[in-house]
Protein backbone atom coordinates (compact mmCIF):
# COMPACT_ATOMS: atom_id res chain seq x y z
CA UNK A 1 0.00 0.00 0.00
CA UNK A 2 1.02 3.53 -0.96
CA UNK A 3 0.87 6.08 1.97
CA UNK A 4 0.02 9.45 1.47
CA UNK A 5 3.68 9.85 -0.72
CA UNK A 6 2.35 13.10 -2.34
CA UNK A 7 0.96 14.97 0.76
CA UNK A 8 4.69 14.06 3.18
CA UNK A 9 6.10 14.98 -0.51
CA UNK A 10 4.21 18.57 -0.32
CA UNK A 11 6.56 19.46 2.89
CA UNK A 12 9.80 17.33 2.68
CA UNK A 13 12.71 19.51 2.26
CA UNK A 14 15.46 16.71 2.06
CA UNK A 15 15.53 15.13 -1.24
CA UNK A 16 16.69 11.92 -0.20
CA UNK A 17 13.96 9.48 0.75
CA UNK A 18 13.51 6.76 3.05
CA UNK A 19 10.96 3.80 1.74
CA UNK A 20 9.32 2.04 5.17
CA UNK A 21 8.51 -1.55 4.62
CA UNK A 22 6.19 -4.60 6.26
CA UNK A 23 7.14 -8.10 4.58
CA UNK A 24 4.61 -10.39 4.36
CA UNK A 25 4.92 -13.88 2.20
CA UNK A 26 3.67 -12.23 -0.90
CA UNK A 27 1.40 -14.87 -2.72
CA UNK A 28 0.90 -17.45 -0.24
CA UNK A 29 -1.56 -15.90 2.64
CA UNK A 30 -1.71 -18.28 5.38
CA UNK A 31 -5.46 -17.27 5.77
CA UNK A 32 -8.01 -17.99 3.13
CA UNK A 33 -10.42 -15.77 5.59
CA UNK A 34 -10.84 -12.01 6.46
CA UNK A 35 -8.66 -10.64 8.63
CA UNK A 36 -8.19 -7.91 10.53
CA UNK A 37 -4.73 -6.22 9.80
CA UNK A 38 -3.26 -4.39 11.94
CA UNK A 39 -0.97 -1.10 10.70
CA UNK A 40 2.40 -1.44 11.10
CA UNK A 41 1.95 1.00 13.76
CA UNK A 42 5.57 1.29 14.70
CA UNK A 43 6.40 2.14 10.85
CA UNK A 44 4.03 5.05 11.10
CA UNK A 45 5.08 6.44 13.63
CA UNK A 46 8.99 6.20 12.21
CA UNK A 47 7.23 7.46 8.98
CA UNK A 48 5.97 10.70 11.08
CA UNK A 49 9.34 11.40 12.90
CA UNK A 50 11.18 11.43 9.81
CA UNK A 51 8.48 13.34 8.02
CA UNK A 52 9.39 15.98 11.00
CA UNK A 53 12.84 16.01 10.66
CA UNK A 54 12.42 16.59 6.53
CA UNK A 55 12.51 13.79 4.89
CA UNK A 56 10.33 11.90 1.92
CA UNK A 57 8.80 8.66 3.48
CA UNK A 58 6.78 6.45 1.84
CA UNK A 59 5.16 3.02 3.16
CA UNK A 60 5.00 0.03 1.58
CA UNK A 61 2.71 -2.82 3.11
CA UNK A 62 2.94 -5.73 2.13
CA UNK A 63 0.40 -7.53 4.37
CA UNK A 64 -2.53 -5.32 3.01
CA UNK A 65 -0.91 -4.96 -1.02
CA UNK A 66 -0.28 -8.47 -2.18
CA UNK A 67 2.92 -7.65 -3.57
CA UNK A 68 5.87 -10.33 -4.84
CA UNK A 69 9.39 -9.24 -4.10
CA UNK A 70 10.16 -8.35 -7.22
CA UNK A 71 7.25 -6.22 -7.31
CA UNK A 72 7.94 -4.56 -3.97
CA UNK A 73 12.00 -3.70 -5.09
CA UNK A 74 10.35 -2.39 -8.86
CA UNK A 75 8.39 0.01 -6.01
CA UNK A 76 11.25 0.54 -3.79
CA UNK A 77 13.69 1.73 -5.99
CA UNK A 78 11.18 3.66 -8.28
CA UNK A 79 11.56 6.39 -5.45
CA UNK A 80 15.63 5.94 -5.42
CA UNK A 81 15.58 5.74 -1.57
CA UNK A 82 19.20 6.53 0.49
CA UNK A 83 17.51 4.26 2.88
CA UNK A 84 15.11 1.47 3.46
CA UNK A 85 13.29 0.21 6.95
CA UNK A 86 12.30 -2.91 6.53
CA UNK A 87 9.98 -4.74 9.23
CA UNK A 88 9.26 -8.08 9.35
CA UNK A 89 8.24 -11.44 11.32
CA UNK A 90 9.56 -14.84 12.05
CA UNK A 91 7.93 -16.38 9.76
CA UNK A 92 8.94 -13.82 6.78
CA UNK A 93 12.36 -13.64 7.94
CA UNK A 94 13.79 -15.36 4.39
CA UNK A 95 11.65 -12.75 2.29
CA UNK A 96 13.02 -9.57 4.58
CA UNK A 97 16.92 -11.23 4.73
CA UNK A 98 16.09 -11.33 0.42
CA UNK A 99 14.82 -7.79 0.08
CA UNK A 100 17.78 -6.65 2.55
CA UNK A 101 20.30 -8.18 -0.06
CA UNK A 102 19.34 -6.79 -3.02
CA UNK A 103 17.93 -2.98 -1.53
CA UNK A 104 22.05 -3.14 -0.71
CA UNK A 105 23.29 -4.57 -3.78
CA UNK A 106 21.52 -1.04 -5.39
CA UNK A 107 23.25 1.01 -2.71
CA UNK A 108 20.41 1.42 -0.50
CA UNK A 109 21.35 1.28 3.62
CA UNK A 110 18.97 -1.17 4.88
CA UNK A 111 17.66 -0.78 8.74
CA UNK A 112 15.80 -3.84 10.22
CA UNK A 113 13.42 -3.35 12.99
CA UNK A 114 10.63 -5.37 14.63
CA UNK A 115 10.23 -8.70 15.75
CA UNK A 116 12.65 -10.56 13.31
CA UNK A 117 15.58 -8.53 14.94
CA UNK A 118 14.52 -10.05 18.06
CA UNK A 119 14.60 -13.41 16.61
CA UNK A 120 18.16 -12.69 15.37
CA UNK A 121 19.52 -11.60 18.47
CA UNK A 122 18.94 -15.07 19.54
CA UNK A 123 20.48 -16.65 16.36
CA UNK A 124 23.07 -14.21 15.79
CA UNK A 125 25.91 -16.11 17.86
CA UNK A 126 24.37 -19.50 17.13
CA UNK A 127 24.32 -20.16 13.77
CA UNK A 128 27.30 -18.53 11.56
CA UNK A 129 25.57 -19.24 8.21
CA UNK A 130 22.63 -17.06 9.29
CA UNK A 131 24.63 -14.46 10.85
CA UNK A 132 26.50 -14.05 7.10
CA UNK A 133 22.68 -13.81 5.58
CA UNK A 134 21.69 -11.15 8.07
CA UNK A 135 24.86 -9.02 7.11
CA UNK A 136 24.74 -9.28 3.90
CA UNK A 137 21.26 -8.04 4.21
CA UNK A 138 21.29 -5.52 6.81
CA UNK A 139 23.73 -2.38 7.49
CA UNK A 140 22.10 -1.87 10.84
CA UNK A 141 19.14 -3.15 13.12
CA UNK A 142 17.46 -1.82 15.85
CA UNK A 143 16.31 -4.43 18.17
CA UNK A 144 13.52 -3.27 20.24
CA UNK A 145 11.19 0.01 20.56
CA UNK A 146 12.29 1.69 17.03
CA UNK A 147 9.49 4.67 16.55
CA UNK A 148 12.39 7.27 17.94
CA UNK A 149 15.66 5.58 17.78
CA UNK A 150 15.11 5.14 13.70
CA UNK A 151 14.67 8.65 12.73
CA UNK A 152 17.58 9.37 15.51
CA UNK A 153 19.50 6.85 13.85
CA UNK A 154 19.16 8.52 10.16
CA UNK A 155 19.73 11.69 11.12
CA UNK A 156 22.94 10.60 12.39
CA UNK A 157 23.47 8.75 9.60
CA UNK A 158 22.04 11.10 6.98
CA UNK A 159 23.67 14.58 8.49
CA UNK A 160 27.07 12.62 9.71
CA UNK A 161 26.88 13.87 13.09
CA UNK A 162 29.70 13.12 15.40
CA UNK A 163 29.97 11.03 17.97
CA UNK A 164 30.26 7.34 18.30
CA UNK A 165 29.64 5.18 14.94
CA UNK A 166 26.29 4.14 14.93
CA UNK A 167 27.30 0.99 13.51
CA UNK A 168 29.48 -0.29 16.37
CA UNK A 169 26.20 1.43 18.67
CA UNK A 170 24.19 -0.47 17.21
CA UNK A 171 25.23 -3.73 16.66
CA UNK A 172 27.07 -3.52 20.13
CA UNK A 173 23.51 -3.28 21.67
CA UNK A 174 22.06 -6.18 19.41
CA UNK A 175 24.96 -8.56 20.43
CA UNK A 176 24.86 -7.99 24.05
CA UNK A 177 21.04 -8.24 23.84
CA UNK A 178 20.20 -4.69 24.78
CA UNK A 179 16.42 -3.77 24.11
CA UNK A 180 15.92 -0.05 23.25
CA UNK A 181 12.89 0.43 25.05
CA UNK A 182 10.28 3.80 24.14
CA UNK A 183 10.81 5.60 27.45
CA UNK A 184 9.22 8.90 26.42
CA UNK A 185 6.54 8.05 24.46
CA UNK A 186 5.81 11.96 24.51
CA UNK A 187 8.34 12.75 21.80
CA UNK A 188 6.15 10.66 19.35
CA UNK A 189 4.79 12.65 16.48
CA UNK A 190 1.63 11.39 15.26
CA UNK A 191 1.23 8.76 12.85
CA UNK A 192 -0.53 9.74 9.57
CA UNK A 193 -3.75 7.47 8.08
CA UNK A 194 -4.85 8.94 4.40
CA UNK A 195 -8.50 7.38 3.81
CA UNK A 196 -7.52 4.51 1.68
CA UNK A 197 -5.11 3.46 4.76
CA UNK A 198 -8.02 3.66 7.15
CA UNK A 199 -10.31 0.89 5.16
CA UNK A 200 -7.72 -1.28 4.48
CA UNK A 201 -7.12 -1.92 8.23
CA UNK A 202 -10.95 -1.80 9.21
CA UNK A 203 -12.06 -4.20 12.07
CA UNK A 204 -12.90 -7.10 9.05
CA UNK A 205 -15.85 -8.76 11.47
CA UNK A 206 -19.47 -8.16 11.98
CA UNK A 207 -20.59 -6.23 15.08
CA UNK A 208 -23.80 -5.10 15.63
CA UNK A 209 -22.13 -1.69 17.80
CA UNK A 210 -19.93 -1.09 14.76
CA UNK A 211 -21.97 -1.32 12.48
CA UNK A 212 -21.43 0.89 8.67
CA UNK A 213 -17.77 2.00 10.14
CA UNK A 214 -15.54 1.66 7.75
CA UNK A 215 -12.48 4.38 8.69
CA UNK A 216 -10.22 3.12 11.49
CA UNK A 217 -7.21 4.95 12.71
CA UNK A 218 -5.00 3.48 15.61
CA UNK A 219 -3.73 4.64 18.26
CA UNK A 220 -0.99 3.48 21.05
CA UNK A 221 -1.18 4.83 24.71
CA UNK A 222 1.46 2.75 26.11
CA UNK A 223 4.60 0.65 25.02
CA UNK A 224 5.88 -2.20 26.99
CA UNK A 225 3.81 -4.98 29.20
CA UNK A 226 4.44 -5.84 32.58
CA UNK A 227 3.57 -9.83 32.60
CA UNK A 228 5.70 -12.70 32.04
CA UNK A 229 4.09 -15.04 29.61
CA UNK A 230 5.97 -17.91 28.60
CA UNK A 231 4.88 -17.85 25.32
CA UNK A 232 5.11 -13.82 24.34
CA UNK A 233 6.69 -12.92 21.47
CA UNK A 234 7.16 -9.69 19.46
CA UNK A 235 5.25 -11.70 16.94
CA UNK A 236 2.50 -10.66 18.81
CA UNK A 237 2.69 -8.21 20.38
CA UNK A 238 2.91 -4.51 19.63
CA UNK A 239 5.37 -3.30 22.37
CA UNK A 240 9.04 -4.40 23.76
CA UNK A 241 9.85 -4.64 27.36
CA UNK A 242 8.44 -4.99 30.27
CA UNK A 243 8.44 -1.62 31.87
CA UNK A 244 5.18 -0.22 31.25
CA UNK A 245 5.72 3.76 29.64
CA UNK A 246 2.71 5.42 29.40
CA UNK A 247 1.77 8.85 27.38
CA UNK A 248 -0.27 11.34 29.09
CA UNK A 249 -4.14 11.00 28.53
CA UNK A 250 -4.03 14.84 27.35
CA UNK A 251 -1.70 13.99 24.35
CA UNK A 252 -3.67 10.96 23.63
CA UNK A 253 -7.00 12.91 23.27
CA UNK A 254 -5.41 15.42 21.04
CA UNK A 255 -3.86 12.43 18.64
CA UNK A 256 -7.63 11.15 18.51
CA UNK A 257 -8.92 14.16 18.10
CA UNK A 258 -6.47 14.54 15.04
CA UNK A 259 -7.74 11.41 13.57
CA UNK A 260 -11.14 12.22 14.11
CA UNK A 261 -10.26 15.49 12.04
CA UNK A 262 -8.71 13.41 8.83
CA UNK A 263 -12.21 11.29 8.77
CA UNK A 264 -11.38 8.00 11.90
CA UNK A 265 -15.24 6.76 12.88
CA UNK A 266 -13.25 4.33 15.07
CA UNK A 267 -10.10 3.80 17.21
CA UNK A 268 -8.59 1.10 17.90
CA UNK A 269 -6.31 1.19 20.89
CA UNK A 270 -3.14 -0.90 20.27
CA UNK A 271 -1.61 -0.95 23.61
CA UNK A 272 -0.33 -4.35 24.81
CA UNK A 273 -1.22 -3.74 28.32
CA UNK A 274 -3.87 -0.48 28.10
CA UNK A 275 -5.64 -1.96 31.08
CA UNK A 276 -2.80 -2.90 33.33
CA UNK A 277 -2.93 -0.02 35.39
CA UNK A 278 -6.09 0.98 36.34
CA UNK A 279 -4.98 5.30 36.94
CA UNK A 280 -3.93 5.28 33.53
CA UNK A 281 -7.09 3.55 31.50
CA UNK A 282 -9.73 5.67 34.35
CA UNK A 283 -7.30 9.34 33.46
CA UNK A 284 -7.74 7.96 29.50
CA UNK A 285 -11.28 7.73 30.14
CA UNK A 286 -11.86 10.71 32.04
CA UNK A 287 -10.22 12.92 29.57
CA UNK A 288 -12.12 11.15 26.73
CA UNK A 289 -15.58 12.18 28.79
CA UNK A 290 -14.56 15.86 29.51
CA UNK A 291 -13.55 16.36 25.98
CA UNK A 292 -17.04 14.75 25.10
CA UNK A 293 -15.34 12.32 22.93
CA UNK A 294 -17.35 9.28 21.72
CA UNK A 295 -16.18 7.35 19.40
CA UNK A 296 -16.35 4.06 19.39
CA UNK A 297 -13.06 2.23 20.31
CA UNK A 298 -11.68 -1.51 20.58
CA UNK A 299 -8.71 -2.74 22.88
CA UNK A 300 -6.95 -5.51 23.90
CA UNK A 301 -7.29 -6.77 27.22
CA UNK A 302 -7.01 -10.10 30.08
CA UNK A 303 -9.48 -11.26 32.19
CA UNK A 304 -7.82 -10.04 35.58
CA UNK A 305 -6.95 -6.60 34.45
CA UNK A 306 -10.79 -5.76 33.77
CA UNK A 307 -13.38 -5.26 36.53
CA UNK A 308 -17.28 -3.65 36.30
CA UNK A 309 -16.15 -0.51 36.94
CA UNK A 310 -13.62 0.33 34.63
CA UNK A 311 -15.79 -1.48 32.15
CA UNK A 312 -19.00 1.04 32.74
CA UNK A 313 -16.45 3.88 32.72
CA UNK A 314 -15.16 2.96 29.30
CA UNK A 315 -18.57 1.81 28.01
CA UNK A 316 -19.52 5.65 28.71
CA UNK A 317 -16.72 7.10 26.15
CA UNK A 318 -16.82 4.64 23.35
CA UNK A 319 -16.47 1.10 24.52
CA UNK A 320 -17.49 -1.70 21.78
CA UNK A 321 -15.27 -3.88 21.48
CA UNK A 322 -12.26 -6.08 23.37
CA UNK A 323 -10.18 -8.52 22.14
CA UNK A 324 -9.40 -10.72 25.16
CA UNK A 325 -6.75 -13.16 25.75
CA UNK A 326 -8.27 -15.91 27.79
CA UNK A 327 -5.71 -18.75 26.31
CA UNK A 328 -7.27 -21.72 28.04
CA UNK A 329 -9.62 -23.39 29.94
CA UNK A 330 -7.40 -25.60 31.93
CA UNK A 331 -6.02 -25.00 35.11
CA UNK A 332 -2.50 -25.79 35.07
CA UNK A 333 -2.17 -24.88 31.45
CA UNK A 334 -2.54 -21.28 32.43
CA UNK A 335 0.00 -21.93 34.99
CA UNK A 336 2.48 -23.54 32.83
CA UNK A 337 2.53 -20.53 30.19
CA UNK A 338 3.19 -18.41 33.19
CA UNK A 339 0.16 -16.30 32.16
CA UNK A 340 -1.10 -16.60 36.14
CA UNK A 341 0.21 -17.74 39.36
CA UNK A 342 -3.32 -19.31 40.11
CA UNK A 343 -5.27 -20.74 36.96
CA UNK A 344 -8.14 -21.19 39.07
CA UNK A 345 -8.38 -17.81 39.91
CA UNK A 346 -7.68 -17.01 36.39
CA UNK A 347 -10.41 -19.19 34.40
CA UNK A 348 -13.15 -17.83 37.78
CA UNK A 349 -11.97 -13.86 36.18
CA UNK A 350 -13.26 -15.43 32.78
CA UNK A 351 -16.35 -16.76 34.26
CA UNK A 352 -17.11 -13.42 35.69
CA UNK A 353 -16.33 -11.02 33.63
CA UNK A 354 -17.82 -12.30 30.39
CA UNK A 355 -21.40 -11.71 32.09
CA UNK A 356 -20.71 -8.51 32.81
CA UNK A 357 -18.82 -7.57 28.88
CA UNK A 358 -22.92 -8.84 27.83
CA UNK A 359 -24.23 -6.57 30.18
CA UNK A 360 -22.59 -3.94 29.57
CA UNK A 361 -23.22 -4.41 25.80
CA UNK A 362 -19.20 -5.00 24.92
CA UNK A 363 -18.70 -7.14 21.94
CA UNK A 364 -15.73 -9.76 22.59
CA UNK A 365 -13.20 -11.80 20.94
CA UNK A 366 -11.72 -15.11 23.29
CA UNK A 367 -8.38 -15.89 22.03
CA UNK A 368 -7.50 -18.71 22.86
CA UNK A 369 -4.28 -20.83 22.53
CA UNK A 370 -3.91 -24.75 21.92
CA UNK A 371 -0.58 -26.78 21.61
CA UNK A 372 0.54 -25.38 25.24
CA UNK A 373 3.66 -27.13 27.01
CA UNK A 374 2.29 -30.47 28.04
CA UNK A 375 -1.45 -30.05 26.56
CA UNK A 376 -3.34 -33.37 26.31
CA UNK A 377 -6.79 -33.94 24.35
CA UNK A 378 -8.56 -33.25 27.74
CA UNK A 379 -7.23 -30.13 28.57
CA UNK A 380 -8.22 -28.70 24.70
CA UNK A 381 -11.72 -30.26 25.95
CA UNK A 382 -11.67 -27.95 28.72
CA UNK A 383 -10.91 -24.71 26.41
CA UNK A 384 -13.63 -25.47 24.59
CA UNK A 385 -16.39 -25.93 27.04
CA UNK A 386 -15.03 -22.50 28.64
CA UNK A 387 -15.75 -20.73 25.20
CA UNK A 388 -19.23 -22.15 24.63
CA UNK A 389 -19.83 -21.06 28.14
CA UNK A 390 -18.74 -17.65 28.26
CA UNK A 391 -20.00 -17.44 24.46
CA UNK A 392 -17.88 -14.25 23.44
CA UNK A 393 -19.27 -12.61 19.63
CA UNK A 394 -16.20 -14.27 18.43
CA UNK A 395 -13.52 -16.72 18.92
CA UNK A 396 -9.41 -17.50 17.64
CA UNK A 397 -7.71 -20.06 18.22
CA UNK A 398 -3.40 -19.52 18.18
CA UNK A 399 -1.26 -22.51 18.00
CA UNK A 400 1.46 -22.25 20.39
CA UNK A 401 4.44 -21.32 18.46
CA UNK A 402 8.19 -21.69 20.16
CA UNK A 403 9.22 -18.54 18.40
CA UNK A 404 13.44 -17.57 19.40
CA UNK A 405 12.42 -14.52 21.48
CA UNK A 406 10.13 -16.23 23.37
CA UNK A 407 11.57 -17.25 26.64
CA UNK A 408 9.88 -20.16 26.42
CA UNK A 409 12.51 -21.10 23.46
CA UNK A 410 15.44 -19.60 25.35
CA UNK A 411 14.99 -22.46 28.22
CA UNK A 412 14.71 -25.01 25.52
CA UNK A 413 17.68 -27.78 25.51
CA UNK A 414 20.03 -26.88 22.50
CA UNK A 415 18.73 -30.05 20.40
CA UNK A 416 14.89 -28.76 20.74
CA UNK A 417 16.43 -25.35 19.53
CA UNK A 418 17.92 -27.39 16.51
CA UNK A 419 15.12 -28.72 15.40
CA UNK A 420 12.86 -25.65 15.77
CA UNK A 421 15.70 -23.83 13.81
CA UNK A 422 15.26 -26.52 10.99
CA UNK A 423 11.62 -25.80 10.80
CA UNK A 424 10.52 -24.71 7.04
CA UNK A 425 8.28 -21.96 8.42
CA UNK A 426 6.45 -20.82 11.24
CA UNK A 427 3.46 -19.14 12.58
CA UNK A 428 0.62 -19.43 14.78
CA UNK A 429 -1.71 -20.10 12.24
CA UNK A 430 -0.10 -23.94 12.01
CA UNK A 431 1.61 -26.16 13.76
CA UNK A 432 4.97 -26.88 12.99
CA UNK A 433 6.11 -28.10 16.10
CA UNK A 434 4.31 -29.41 18.85
CA UNK A 435 5.26 -29.26 22.76
CA UNK A 436 1.73 -30.60 24.27
CA UNK A 437 1.79 -34.10 24.49
CA UNK A 438 0.32 -35.04 20.88
CA UNK A 439 1.32 -34.79 17.67
CA UNK A 440 1.61 -31.82 15.19
CA UNK A 441 -1.02 -33.02 13.19
CA UNK A 442 -3.30 -33.41 16.18
CA UNK A 443 -2.85 -30.12 17.34
CA UNK A 444 -4.09 -28.32 13.52
CA UNK A 445 -6.84 -30.96 13.92
CA UNK A 446 -8.17 -29.41 17.36
CA UNK A 447 -7.77 -26.27 16.08
CA UNK A 448 -10.42 -26.95 13.08
CA UNK A 449 -12.46 -29.06 15.76
CA UNK A 450 -12.14 -25.83 18.10
CA UNK A 451 -13.89 -23.92 15.76
CA UNK A 452 -16.53 -26.35 14.94
CA UNK A 453 -17.61 -27.11 18.11
CA UNK A 454 -17.73 -23.21 18.55
CA UNK A 455 -19.36 -22.10 15.59
CA UNK A 456 -21.22 -24.61 14.15
CA UNK A 457 -24.04 -24.91 17.03
CA UNK A 458 -27.60 -23.44 17.34
CA UNK A 459 -26.71 -21.66 20.29
CA UNK A 460 -24.45 -19.44 18.86
CA UNK A 461 -26.19 -19.08 15.38
CA UNK A 462 -28.93 -18.15 17.53
CA UNK A 463 -27.08 -15.33 19.17
CA UNK A 464 -25.08 -14.08 16.41
CA UNK A 465 -28.69 -14.05 14.30
CA UNK A 466 -30.26 -11.91 16.92
CA UNK A 467 -27.28 -9.56 17.06
CA UNK A 468 -27.15 -9.38 13.62
CA UNK A 469 -30.48 -9.15 11.90
CA UNK A 470 -30.23 -6.54 9.95
CA UNK A 471 -26.37 -8.25 8.50
CA UNK A 472 -28.38 -10.03 5.90
CA UNK A 473 -30.28 -7.62 4.38
CA UNK A 474 -27.14 -6.31 3.30
CA UNK A 475 -26.18 -8.05 -0.46
CA UNK A 476 -22.86 -7.10 0.10
CA UNK A 477 -22.13 -8.97 3.10
CA UNK A 478 -23.74 -12.14 1.29
CA UNK A 479 -21.42 -11.85 -1.64
CA UNK A 480 -18.36 -11.31 0.27
CA UNK A 481 -19.18 -14.01 1.82
CA UNK A 482 -20.06 -16.78 -0.60
CA UNK A 483 -17.10 -15.25 -2.58
CA UNK A 484 -14.68 -16.13 0.60
CA UNK A 485 -16.66 -19.74 0.60
CA UNK A 486 -15.93 -20.41 -2.76
CA UNK A 487 -11.89 -18.87 -2.58
CA UNK A 488 -11.68 -21.42 0.19
CA UNK A 489 -12.75 -24.31 -1.37
CA UNK A 490 -10.96 -23.49 -5.02
CA UNK A 491 -7.42 -22.86 -3.03
CA UNK A 492 -8.05 -26.47 -0.80
CA UNK A 493 -8.72 -27.98 -3.93
CA UNK A 494 -5.68 -27.25 -5.78
CA UNK A 495 -4.04 -27.99 -2.61
CA UNK A 496 -4.63 -31.47 -2.90
CA UNK A 497 -4.21 -31.89 -6.12
S1 LIG B 1 0.06 -10.24 28.49
FE1 LIG B 1 0.44 -10.43 26.27
S2 LIG B 1 1.98 -8.89 25.80
FE2 LIG B 1 1.98 -9.15 28.02
S3 LIG B 1 3.59 -10.68 28.45
FE3 LIG B 1 1.64 -11.79 28.24
S4 LIG B 1 1.51 -12.38 26.06
FE4 LIG B 1 3.07 -10.77 26.25
Avoid at 463 to 483: C, E, G, I, P, V
Amino acid sequence: MDVSCAEIKSISTIKDSVTLIRVDHSFQSFFSHPRHSHPPLDLLYIQSGLREIGFDACLIDMWVSRQSIGQVLQTVLSTHPKFAIIKAYTWCIHVSLELGRLLRKKDVITIAVGQHVNHASVLWEENATFKNNWLQAFDFSIHGAPELECPRLIKKLFFKQPGKNSSAIIYQQFSTNHIVSLSQPEHLSYPQFTDKMMKAYAFPFPVASLRGIKKWAYVQTSWGCPYGCLHCSGAVRKSFGKTHYKRNPTQVIDEIIFHIQKGAQAICFEDDALFADKRHIQALCDAMMQQHINIPWMAHARPDELDETTLKKATHCGLKLLKIGVESGAKKQIEIIGKARSGKKWIEQVRHIFPILHHLNIASIAMFMIGTPGETSEDIKRSILLAREILPDYVQVQIFTPYPDTPYYQHLPQVDRKEINRMPSYHYHRCQWSAARMSKKNVSRYQIHFYRLFYLRTNYMLQFLKKNKDLFKQRSFLTDAFKSFINKRVKEIWRTR
